[in-house]
Nanobody, 122 residues
Framework: QVLLGESGGGSVQAGGSLRLSCVAS????????MGWFRQALGKEREGVAT??????RYTDSVKGRFIISQDNARRTLYLQMNNLDPEDTAMYYC?????????????????WGQGTQVTVSS
């Protein structure tokens, strides 16, 4: 069982930055694939970035702007978001995998946080 809690969302103008954090509980945290997903109003939840053993993966729309990282000692996952665009407006969710898969597909992840809202204004 893994419990996840996100923080760090908010409102920002286009071009600004935010850093999301996700604190995890569970004794297998460091061996799980961890990821960030987002869901805009009226749209499907999409994978943003994942990380496992230091290997990262990003969806094309955030490459070069977002950075996923983790501090295993603090059991915390981060998402640094730079040069934000109004298209990045969404609820952002932290997720942990329940298997060995680590793609950007929602089905690869079994545990989810409650989400934190990010709003980017033009």
């Amino acid at each position: 069982q893994v419990l996840l809690g996100e923080s760090g969302g908010g409102s920002v103008q286009a071009g600004g930055s935010l850093r999301l954090s996700c604190v995890a509980s569970g004794d297998t945290y460091s061996r799980r694939c961890m990821g960030w997903f987002r869901q805009a109003l009226g749209k499907e939840r999409e994978g943003v970035a994942t990380v496992i053993y230091g290997m990262t993966r990003y969806t094309d729309s955030v490459k070069g702007r977002f950075i996923i990282s983790q501090d295993n000692a603090r059991r915390t996952l981060y998402l640094q978001m730079n040069n934000l665009d109004p298209e990045d407006t969404a609820m952002y969710y932290c997720a942990a995998s329940g298997s060995g898969r680590c793609g950007l597909q929602r089905s690869d992840f079994a545990y989810w946080g409650q989400g934190t809202q990010v709003t980017v204004s033009s």
